[in-house]
């Protein structure tokens, strides 16, 4: 899904800071990105602001045996995708497909797809909220009376194209980028944006318009089974 590449494939930022000063706010954020991978439960959601459709939603909880229990749904256009895991096994859904397809213990793919507390689904990762400290040009921090915080980022378009090179799947440079990050007063992302033009590795240019939001934090208890057909 080309929408969702920047958003998910983020995770190196970490990697890139060295001794390089980093723009005001990226403690914060950092911080707030890692504390996201703490979280119990959670539904994270991805609307294209271009068009108001929700791409992506995922609701999740550890039980008590710190397995993961989650659902997924995910559109790309008019191609919709649906996952569910138990914990213990793995369902998903494939665009007009009738019936669900799961991965089991006898799957060779199996530890691939049963998520917990450690290993979390990717779109339960901090890496889904896109950060570069080594490209930003110009920051913003605004802090507000209940201890809440708004960052906001842009980027060098050529310097993030050369800082993420062969790093972002599908993303072969940077025409500009600019994201927002609101960060709660208990230091958790509440929403992220992210706006600008990318040309994929096919030499597409795309425009990026893209919000997660959270929300539902270490309130979310039960998730409804969705699967009504399994396909044999």
């Known amino acids: 899904m080309k929408k969702l590449l920047l958003a998910a494939a983020a995770a190196f930022a970490m990697l890139l800071s060295g001794c390089t000063d980093m723009p005001e706010g990226y ?25 108001g459709d929700t791409i992506m939603e995922l609701k999740f909880f550890v039980n ?5 229990v989650l659902s ?38 199996y530890i ?9 689904y990717p779109y339960a990762q ?7 400290g080594t490209s930003v040009e ?3 921090v605004h802090n507000n009376t209940d201890g809440s915080c708004t960052v906001e980022y842009v980027y060098d378009a050529d310097r993030l194209s050369k800082s993420t090179e062969g790093l972002l799947d599908g993303v072969s440079s940077f025409s500009s980028l600019a994201t927002t990050f609101a960060i709660n007063a208990d230091g958790y992302i509440t929403s992220f944006t992210q706006t600008g033009t990318v040309t994929d590795t ?3 240019v795309n425009d990026i318009n893209l919000c997660i ?5 270490n309130e979310v208890y039960d998730i409804p089974y969705p699967v009504d057909k399994v396909e044999k």
């Open 112 to 120: 691939y797809n049963l998520y917990n507390r450690e290993y979390r």
């Open 27 to 51: 403690e914060a954020v950092k911080a707030a990105k890692q504390k996201y991978e703490t979280l119990d439960s959670a539904r994270t959601v991805m609307t294209d602001l271009s068009t």
């Open 202 to 204: 096919e030499g597409n």
């Open 72 to 109: 997924y749904y995910g559109k790309d256009g008019e191609d919709e995708m649906y996952a569910y895991s138990n914990g213990a096994e793995y369902f998903y859904k494939e665009p007009d497909a009738e019936m669900w397809k799961v991965i089991g213990a006898d799957d060779e793919n």
């Open 126 to 132: 901090g890496g889904i909220f896109f950060l570069d």
């Open 213 to 217: 939001t959270v929300d539902m934090m």
């Open 138 to 140: 110009s920051a913003a």
């Open 64 to 68: 008590a045996n710190d397995e993961m």
